[in-house]
């Protein structure tokens, strides 16, 4: 039995080794290296359940809020495309005249015309304002005028009394020279020399009256009296301030005006050729 034993010992003794230098060299890898995370497998449902919100039974979207959108419709486009200027007077109140489909209205500064709200007034543009924003609106140049204002630009000017002793008169036509009108082409200097207001008759207007003219001033000389009614120009009567400034636009490209006039009970035609 001891032999039998004593050939057991040295395979114990080994097995002792090997079992405590496993434990050695777990102890130093524990020391030295950190330990592998252990990984677990677990099974991935096949379907989420799904929750049915409250929000939802009443037709409206789960989950993250979103801000509501406004459903006003955006702002369309606004440009004076159809537009056209066809007058402009500065002065005391500076006024244009512009026409969109066919129809002509006078403004004065501060009036509107489809929103559009005229604001400043020049010789040859008006500017207008709409929600916020200036637009700008041309008057169109015609041939005749641009000849007239690049013959006029070389001649020397002269002063509206001395144009006014140039006209001449036979009877009732009068003669005037083109430079006259041309210089008296502003409100403002028109308004120096006359007076003429608006006349009524049953809420409907029948032409313009004269309040005023200075005595030697180019009107006077034109044949203009006090209190005189001008009803007609051209045969085309006076029922709105359009007309009268649709003349006063095209000064320059005529070459003969009447105005037809009530004079107490009397009515006379004065005839103007332009040279």
Request: aromatic share 10%; with cysteine.
């Amino acid at each position: 039995m001891k032999r039998h034993f004593d050939k057991l010992a040295p395979l114990a003794v080994w097995l002792l080794i090997i079992v405590l230098a496993a434990k050695l060299g777990a102890l130093v890898v524990d020391a030295f290296f950190p330990p592998v995370p252990s990984l677990e497998c677990t099974e991935r449902p096949s379907h989420k359940k799904e929750k049915y919100h409250f929000a939802k039974a009443f037709g409206l979207e789960s989950g993250t809020h979103k801000p509501a959108t406004s459903t006003r419709p955006a702002p369309k486009p606004v440009s004076l495309r159809g537009y056209q200027l066809t007058m402009t007077a500065v002065g005391e109140p500076s006024m244009a005249i512009i026409v969109h489909n066919r129809k002509s209205k006078l403004l004065t500064v501060g009036e509107s015309i489809d929103g559009f709200r005229l604001t400043e007034v020049y010789k040859d543009r008006v500017k207008l304002t709409k929600n916020g924003r200036e637009y700008w609106l041309m008057m169109k140049k015609s041939k005749s005028s641009i000849s007239t204002r690049t013959r006029a630009s070389h001649v020397k000017r002269s002063s509206p009394s001395a144009y006014a002793e140039q006209i001449r008169r036979e009877g009732d036509t009068y003669y005037v020279p083109r430079e006259l009108l041309e210089e008296m082409h502003d409100i403002k200097k028109i308004f120096k020399y006359i007076t003429l207001k608006p006349i009524y008759r049953e809420h409907k207007m029948v032409g313009f009256g004269v309040s005023k003219v200075k005595k030697g001033s180019v009107f006077d000389k034109m044949g203009l009296h006090k209190r005189d009614i001008i009803e007609k120009i051209n045969g085309s009567p006076l029922t709105n301030e359009t007309e009268a400034f649709k003349y006063f636009n095209q000064i320059n490209e005529l070459s003969s005006l009447t105005l037809t006039i009530k004079r107490g009970s009397e009515q006379k035609e004065l005839h103007y050729e332009i040279f």
